[in-house]
């Protein structure tokens, strides 16, 4: 197949190639999307191409247990309390700059700030041991609630189908689930983990149910399996959630450590060697995760995977953050 240049000149050939055009990118110049579900009106809905479902056709590659601490009353734009993206390390909200209501409440955590230096914790942030925070107890004297103020969170890394005509075709992308949505993705991984079979060897549809409480509307997902997955891709699955993993647990950067004056290769050379400047202990890079998956036909030289975009938590979490609950409501439920 030839195309006539629009000049008149020679003629030059084009290649129907899926991967044409996209050679020279590679992990670190795309983004892996988030799943997230819109309560009100009942769908989810694709962070980054705002792409909207009823259902999703996933392959879910495994299961990352987190935590994530919301004020009860929350603004457009407010951060956490506290998270802690391997369940284990709490890296709570101190800053000066932030209203008290918007900083980690230490008082009734059981713990004391003076006890734990930014200096001595991961990536020069106050780290905190989420083994002894009373904020995730059902029991919290200190709090006064029996309810617990950190919720359990978890983070699937998937592939799904993003064209419901074609589900063979598909990418990589993060769905979390926290609160009312934590007892039937638990239900769901039992079924795996007793039989100690992975999640990625079987397809699994995700839909939502629609509920109420008081003036709140919210979604439960429901989790089914609807057949296996291609075995051809297995091998491919486990390097994805691999590194996927290993990304999604990684404490946050400390931006504030960073120097201002980032590099800049216009800059004439310095006259002299500009001393080293101290910076905390750098994360591990992330491996680069698996290419999207076409299981129909295998396509020539895949481009490189995507990664989570920039920081999977230096965004509020992928669920909407609770707004402010009317007087004869509840905490609300997701």
Same mark, same amino acid.
């Given at each position: 197949?030839?195309?006539?240049?629009?000049? %008149?000149?020679? &003629?030059?050939?084009?290649?129907?190639?899926?991967?044409?055009?996209?050679?020279?990118?590679?992990?670190?110049?795309? #983004?892996?999307?988030?799943?997230?579900?819109?309560?009100?009106? %009942?769908?989810?809905?694709? =962070?980054?191409?705002?792409? &909207?479902?009823?259902?999703? &056709? #996933?392959?879910?590659? %495994?299961?990352?247990?987190?935590?994530?601490?919301?004020?009860?009353?929350?603004?457009?734009?407010?951060?956490?309390?506290?998270?802690?993206?391997?369940?284990?390390?709490?890296?709570?909200?101190?800053?000066?700059?932030?209203?008290?209501?918007?900083?980690?409440?230490?008082?009734?955590? %059981?713990?004391?700030?003076?006890?734990?230096?930014?200096?001595?914790?991961?990536?020069?942030?106050?780290?905190?041991?989420?083994? =002894?925070?009373?904020?995730?107890?059902? &029991?919290?004297?200190?709090?006064?609630?029996?309810?617990?103020?950190?919720?359990?969170?978890?983070?699937?890394?998937?592939?799904?189908? !993003?064209?419901?005509?074609?589900?063979?075709?598909?990418?990589?992308?993060?769905?979390?689930?926290?609160?009312?949505?934590?007892?039937?993705?638990?239900?769901?991984?039992?079924?795996?983990?007793?039989?100690?079979?992975?999640?990625?060897?079987?397809?699994?549809?995700?839909?939502?149910?629609?509920?109420?409480?008081?003036?709140?509307?919210?979604? #439960?997902?429901?989790?089914? $399996?609807?057949?296996? =997955?291609?075995?051809?891709?297995?091998?491919?699955?486990?390097? $994805?959630?691999?590194?996927?993993?290993?990304?999604?647990?990684?404490?946050?950067?400390?931006?504030?450590?960073?120097?201002?004056?980032?590099?800049?290769?216009?800059?004439?050379?310095?006259?002299?060697?500009?001393?080293?400047?101290?910076?905390?202990?750098?994360?591990?890079?992330?491996? !680069?995760?698996?290419?999207?998956?076409?299981?129909?036909?295998?396509?020539?030289?895949?481009?490189?995977?995507?990664?989570?975009?920039?920081?999977?938590? =230096?965004? !509020?979490?992928? #669920?909407?953050?609770?707004?402010?609950?009317?007087?004869?409501?509840?905490?609300?439920?997701?």
């Amino acid at each position: 197949m030839t195309v006539s240049t629009t000049g %008149g000149g020679s &003629e030059v050939a084009a290649y129907d190639d899926d991967n044409l055009g996209f050679e020279d990118i590679d992990a670190s110049d795309i #983004v892996m999307p988030r799943i997230t579900i819109d309560h009100q009106a %009942g769908i989810f809905r694709d =962070s980054l191409s705002g792409a &909207e479902f009823e259902k999703l &056709e #996933v392959v879910i590659l %495994g299961q990352v247990k987190q935590r994530i601490m919301w004020a009860k009353e929350t603004d457009d734009g407010d951060k956490p309390l506290c998270k802690s993206p391997d369940h284990e390390n709490g890296f709570p909200s101190v800053s000066d700059d932030l209203p008290r209501d918007k900083r980690f409440p230490f008082k009734t955590s %059981g713990l004391q700030l003076a006890d734990f230096p930014a200096e001595q914790g991961l990536n020069g942030l106050v780290t905190l041991p989420c083994s =002894s925070c009373l904020h995730k107890e059902w &029991e919290n004297p200190l709090a006064g609630q029996k309810k617990p103020l950190c919720d359990e969170q978890f983070t699937f890394p998937l592939m799904y189908a !993003p064209d419901p005509e074609d589900p063979d075709i598909m990418v990589p992308a993060l769905f979390s689930v926290q609160r009312t949505g934590i007892k039937p993705a638990k239900t769901y991984v039992s079924t795996y983990a007793q039989r100690r079979i992975p999640m990625y060897r079987y397809r699994t549809e995700i839909s939502l149910t629609q509920m109420g409480k008081g003036t709140v509307v919210y979604c #439960v997902p429901k989790f089914r $399996q609807i057949g296996e =997955s291609n075995r051809d891709q297995w091998e491919e699955y486990i390097a $994805q959630m691999r590194s996927a993993r290993e990304l999604i647990r990684m404490p946050p950067e400390n931006y504030d450590a960073v120097p201002e004056d980032g590099d800049n290769t216009n800059a004439p050379a310095p006259t002299a060697p500009a001393a080293p400047v101290a910076r905390p202990a750098a994360r591990p890079a992330a491996r !680069p995760a698996a290419a999207p998956v076409k299981a129909a036909r295998p396509a020539p030289a895949p481009v490189a995977a995507p990664v989570v975009e920039d920081d999977p938590w =230096s965004e !509020p979490a992928p #669920v909407v953050p609770p707004a402010a609950v009317a007087d004869d409501d509840e905490e609300l439920p997701f």
